[in-house]
């Protein structure tokens, strides 16, 4: 008999291609680490390596590394590759997000959260509007992230942010502010990645400390294309922007993140009514 999982990873086999062929003013398609992006701390535990095709990024006790994006984009189609920590990497978060700046800032979250050796990394998502946060919602991974290279995206149009593994949306967050509920529409985010020590919450809630003994721990990333608008001079200029402007996605992509939410999502904001024992926030009572 097929097991739920079985019939799970079948059903995910078939990744969802979305063909977002798009004409924009973007960062170039086979996207160089050395072009597209700056190193912006770690004293020498970042590296740019192949000719600006790989980037590595590596904690040890003493430090974490980190890069960001040269351009700011709103609204596009972001990839990036990443291949995670190997190993016993307990206590330490690998962070993949857009964000703008200032206290009213926005931002849309991926954080890999590590674990011990054998157990799934914990994916954390996350989205501020506004400078509010508190939408996260939390997956196992399907697969072992840290034996190859996976993709991970987001589309982010006017109507809606959609999270993105292997071409398979795993979360949708939709333009609800006809109901009252802010929405990321007009501030300019960079790309940004770090790789910390987080071991006060990471891994089983700060129980699992960093075994520094396993250090330097270390991140790949590859594969970096943005199909975006590129905010240049105050404003943001997209030169006939593609598919993924008006993007929605399809009954078949629709039940397959309800596959991953129904077997891998392990929490939902919009489910913890202990945490918000006021009532869940609008757009939880309207999805």
Known sequence: ???????VNSLLLPIFACALLVATLSAAA??????DFDI???DGRAKILNN??????????A??????????YL???????????PGNSAGTVTAYYLSSQGPTHDEIDFEFLGNLSGDPYTLHTNVFTQGKGNREMQFKLWFDPTKDFHTYSVIWNPQQIIFMVDGTPIRVFRNLETRGVSFPKSQAMRIYSSLWNADDWATRGGLIKTDWNNAPFTASYQGFNADACVWIGGGSRCSGAGTWMDYEMDVTSQKRMSSVQ??????????????????LPTECTIN
């Open 40 to 42: 912006t701390w770690g």
């Open 30 to 35: 086979a996207g160089s680490f050395n072009n």
């Open 52 to 61: 600006g095709q790989l980037l590595t990024l590596s904690l040890d006790k």
């Open 63 to 72: 430090s974490g590394s980190g890069f960001q994006s040269k351009s700011e």
């Open 75 to 85: 609204f596009g189609k972001i990839d990036m590759q990443l291949k995670l920590v």
């Open 1 to 7: 008999m097929m097991t739920t999982s079985s019939m």
């Open 262 to 279: 129904s077997n891998y999502m392990i929490y939902n904001y919009c489910t913890d009514r202990k945490r918000f024992p006021q009532g």
